[in-house]
């Protein structure tokens, strides 16, 4: 059984590879909802749906958000009934809203909501939402707090950034599943998702970075940052107003007191090495997903470094992998 923690686009793309890879019946995903929102009185949740849309088939690659071939004749409708029409739902997308939003009114967790959705989409991997309870992240901007989403897609994330927060992560408890899975997967790994307000809402679930410094297998994790930039989006601006630098430094630092191994892109090969140097076990490859190919050529690199046994260091792992190709040991070179 493997374990991922993610977020949202970057997330998406890699469990996109992750499930050409592996049994999706092998995979459980733990999923941010710190993004959640109601929206014209309807529960999304961003992260949850994309990810169960690119384990159904629906997800719409040119956008990385919604159903593929959607349309958008609700949003227009709404709009000239003057609703707010900034976040942007599709019509085929709203019917999730609509279902899950009378699966919760009706009393449902958001978990149990999540699982019945999936059957009914034949998603074969296990989404869990990393809580039941209601954990918000709060972005604090020279113009007030804003909701993620106000601060991501209302305003295009140009506010400068104070800090971040997790509103109610202090009372929230992990869904049921969550700490049982990391704590029992052969290998957890961390999607590059964006490692403040992707990952850092799941981590502030009470128990979860304990469950990670407990778990069986390793903890890998892929940078999402590139030649100290963001692939794409805030990641960056986040970390730096959180006091981390944003390079690969930064989200090791960002996941220290877990990480077994962190996955970066060739080009970060020198400050690779300045890791290796502290202690962290760290290796290179390519890591940026343009194609279909580069998504299952980075699950399987991940796959194989996190189970072990393919590490030219780990000659006598006892997790070996069969089933998958050995990575070259060119991918681990400057
Ligand atoms: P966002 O920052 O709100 O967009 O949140 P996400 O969790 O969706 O984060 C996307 C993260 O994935 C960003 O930090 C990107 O830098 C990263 N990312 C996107 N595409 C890729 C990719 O192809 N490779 C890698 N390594 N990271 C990526």
Redesign the pocket.
């Known amino acids: 059984m493997i374990c991922v923690l993610t ?7 890699f469990v996109d590879g992750l499930r050409q890879v592996i049994p999706p019946e092998e995979i459980t995903l733990i999923v ?1 909802t710190g993004d959640d929102l109601l929206w014209w009185g309807l529960y999304v949740s961003p ?1 949850i749906d994309s990810i169960t849309y690119v384990l159904s088939g629906l997800l719409s690659r040119e956008r990385g958000w919604g159903v593929k071939g959607d349309t958008f004749l609700c949003l227009q409708a709404m709009g000239q009934l003057g609703e707010p029409t900034w976040f942007h739902t599709g019509d085929r997308d709203l019917a999730m809203h609509l279902l899950r939003s009378r699966l919760l009114a009706e009393g449902k967790t958001l978990s149990d909501a999540t699982t019945m959705i999936c059957d009914k989409l034949g998603v074969k991997a296990r989404i869990l939402p990393m809580s039941d309870s209601r954990v918000e992240t709060r972005v604090d901007t020279p113009s007030g707090e804003l909701s ?1 989403e106000e601060y ?1 897609v209302q305003r295009w994330y140009q506010d400068p950034v104070n800090s971040v927060r997790f509103a109610g992560a202090s009372d929230a408890e992990p869904a049921p599943g969550v700490l049982e899975a990391i704590l029992s997967a052969d290998a957890v790994l961390i999607a ?4 403040i ?3 850092g809402p799941i981590l502030s679930v009470p128990g979860v970075r304990e469950a990670l410094r407990g778990a069986r297998g390793k903890v890998a994790a ?5 030649g100290n930039a ?6 960056g601006i ?1 970390m730096t107003a959180q006091g981390l630098p944003c390079s690969i430094a930064g989200v090791a630092k960002a996941y220290e007191d877990f990480l077994d191994l962190l996955i970066c ?1 060739t080009r970060d090969a020198r400050a690779a090495d300045a890791l290796r140097a502290n202690g962290l076990r760290v290796q290179c490859a390519q ?4 194609s279909a190919e ?1 998504k299952t050529a ?1 699950a399987r690199t991940v796959l194989s470094y996190a189970l072990g046994g393919l590490l030219a260091d780990e000659p006598n792992s006892e997790k070996p992998l069969s089933g998958l190709p050995a990575v070259p040991a060119a991918a681990d070179q400057p």
């Open positions: 977020g949202g686009t970057g997330g998406a793309k941010n992260d993620f991501f590059p998702s964006n490692p307000t992707s990952i892929v940078s999402p940052i590139v963001a692939v794409a989006g805030p990641a986040l892109d890591t940026i997903m343009r580069d980075l």
